[in-house]
């Protein structure tokens, strides 16, 4: 049975790999294409058409999402799409994504910006609280362009500053290719919109710094286009506030294929406006006035203008007045009045919601977490406390412990320097035939000779060594063995065995410069140890310090002794 199910498991887990790999195969056949290209749907299709069979909600989301960059005139009815693919799948941060890219709709195709903010509000309820730190900077991101739109250009300018450290912060990271590309768009995009404030405000020379810093890191790829236009229209505006016309209008030319290739017509008009004006400071009042006019066809054909590109329709009138064309100046003046009711009607909308939907509910939020914060803090000031005070305890543990080991250390050098331990012992065995002992005379002084040649061979070092096997080596028995331990070493068979073990240890450790760079586990192997444990544990008993301990205080003693 249980292989049953490991079987299955094991397949389950294959095919949905499988299908994640199909997936994944299906995206890069279309990545390739450029945005509003319809040969991306010959793959498309079949990935809706797939993931609908599977009802795979979340690549059901991801490819109507794709569908959108794709898609020239049906842009919103794949974003609803993938709202409801996203509803589906009952994933949150898909659920806000997919918000965040009908908002997206709205305002780069539409530039309709009341609709736009009203689905980033609506992403900004999942998106506030979600780990998926990528979507939380980009809807942030939007709600930016919203602000700087309104001309509330400082907090635009902290938003895209916040925005851009995340995305800069991914470019490298090791991350799927087309994740990367989506992080060095937010991070281009961000660099272009904190330009856009900086120049609002005057600020040219933080806006060239930016526009130099966009340009280099723009990467060779056609799929940044847009953003190389973004960068030139910004860096041509820098040109025609430093009265350099003929300038800015070359650059203003390598800019604008892009934005009319892609239909981005806000951009489009901005060019137009600022070429006009370049014109017009050149005395060339034809070009001018077509660039003027381009901008209020733009106006005519989407409803659409930025503030900044009010003044179009004042150049015009001004010129239709001054050459006493009254019908024509008529109209502009109708324009005008048209551009300032729906510029009016969109700050009025924009900057209520804006105000009471996201900025009063960020203080609340920020409001709320000071409280949680607050209430917290005597928690965590108790914690501290009880924090440094174990740090207290075991640092005055350590340093009495770091002064323990320092007296045996001290202890067991005076000891070694002042016996030599197996002389000693071996003077012992001299006088073993002088005590009353049960057993011969004669055997007494074989296992002296034979002890003290074993001693002298290091034949304790033997690992697994016995009185059993010493016993039939020396040509006796393990009794007499025992009892020859029993009376004349005043200890057992293992007790002395052990013993000699940690001498040997001991004196190696202290002697030999070899021995010092082993480690106690090694030590305890060639002095016939089993483990490191239990020979640690006898080194401690019989010397009164670690092995580890020992081995750390000799080498200082060393290195102390060198550099005196």
Request: aromatic content about 16%.
């Amino acid at each position: 049975m249980n292989k049953t199910i490991f079987s299955f498991f094991v397949f389950f887990t294959i095919c949905q790999l499988s299908a994640q790999d199909y997936y994944s195969a299906l995206r890069n056949k279309y990545w390739i294409y450029e945005e509003n290209d319809q040969k991306a749907f010959h793959y498309l299709n079949i990935y809706i058409s797939r993931a609908k069979k599977e009802k795979n909600y979340a690549e059901l989301f991801q490819a109507y999402d794709d569908a959108i960059r794709y898609s020239p005139n049906k842009k919103i009815e794949y974003a609803d799409s993938a709202i409801s693919a996203a509803k589906l799948s009952g994933n949150s941060d898909l659920i806000g994504s997919s918000y965040i890219s009908k908002g997206a709709v709205y305002y780069f195709t539409y530039r309709k910006f009341q609709p736009a903010l009203n689905e980033y509000l609506k992403a900004y309820e999942y998106t506030k609280n979600t780990d998926d730190e990528f979507l939380k900077y980009q809807n942030l991101y939007h709600i930016g362009v919203v602000k700087s739109y309104l001309g509330y250009y400082e907090e635009a300018l902290q938003l895209f500053k916040s925005c851009n450290v995340y995305f800069k912060s991914k470019i490298k990271a090791n991350i799927h290719p087309n994740l990367i590309k989506n992080h060095q768009k937010g991070y281009l995009n961000c660099l272009h919109q904190m330009i856009v404030c900086y120049q609002q405000q005057g600020n040219y020379t933080e806006s060239e710094k930016l526009i130099k810093e966009g340009l280099d890191a723009l990467p060779k790829d056609p799929f940044f286009n847009l953003e190389k236009s973004y960068f030139y229209k910004s860096e041509a505006i820098t040109e025609f506030n430093k009265k350099s016309y003929q300038n800015s209008i070359r650059i203003f030319n390598k800019a604008l294929p892009e934005f009319i290739k892609i239909n981005d017509y806000t951009f489009a008009s901005v060019i137009y406006y600022y070429r006009g004006s370049a014109y017009d400071e050149l005395k060339n009042t034809e070009k001018a006035l077509s660039d003027y006019k381009k901008v209020d066809s733009i106006f005519n054909k989407y409803q659409f203008i930025l503030p900044e590109l009010r003044n179009n329709y004042e150049k015009l009138i001004t010129f239709y007045r001054n050459k006493n064309q009254p019908k024509e100046e008529l109209y502009y003046t109708k324009q005008l009045l048209k551009a300032d009711s729906i510029i009016s009607t969109d700050f009025k909308y924009l900057s209520n919601r804006i105000h009471r939907d996201y900025d009063t509910k960020s203080l609340l939020e920020a409001q709320s977490n000071l409280e949680k914060t607050n209430s917290f803090g005597k928690f965590l000031l108790i914690f501290s406390f009880v924090v440094i005070l174990v740090l207290i305890l075991f640092l005055a543990y350590w340093l009495r412990k770091k002064k323990e080991i320092q007296i045996k250390y001290e202890e067991l050098l005076e000891k070694i320097s002042s016996k030599n331990t197996k002389i000693k012992e071996n003077a012992d065995l001299n006088k073993l035939t002088e005590k009353n002992s049960k057993i011969e005379i004669k055997t007494v002084q074989l296992l002296k000779s034979k002890f003290s040649d074993f001693e002298k061979n290091n034949g304790f070092l033997e690992k697994g060594i016995t009185a059993g096997k010493l016993a039939i080596e020396f040509g006796t028995n393990a009794t007499y063995i025992s009892q020859f331990m029993n009376e004349y070493q005043g200890c057992n068979f293992n007790t002395y065995i052990n013993k000699l073990r940690i001498d040997y240890a001991t004196e190696k450790i202290y002697n030999n410069k070899l021995w010092q760079k082993y480690s106690v586990e090694d030590i305890a192997l060639a002095c016939g140890f089993s483990n490191r444990q239990s020979f640690s544990n006898l080194f401690y008993e019989q010397n009164g310090i670690r092995p580890a301990d020992f081995l750390k205080k000799r080498k200082e003693e060393i290195r102390l002794k060198r550099v005196s």
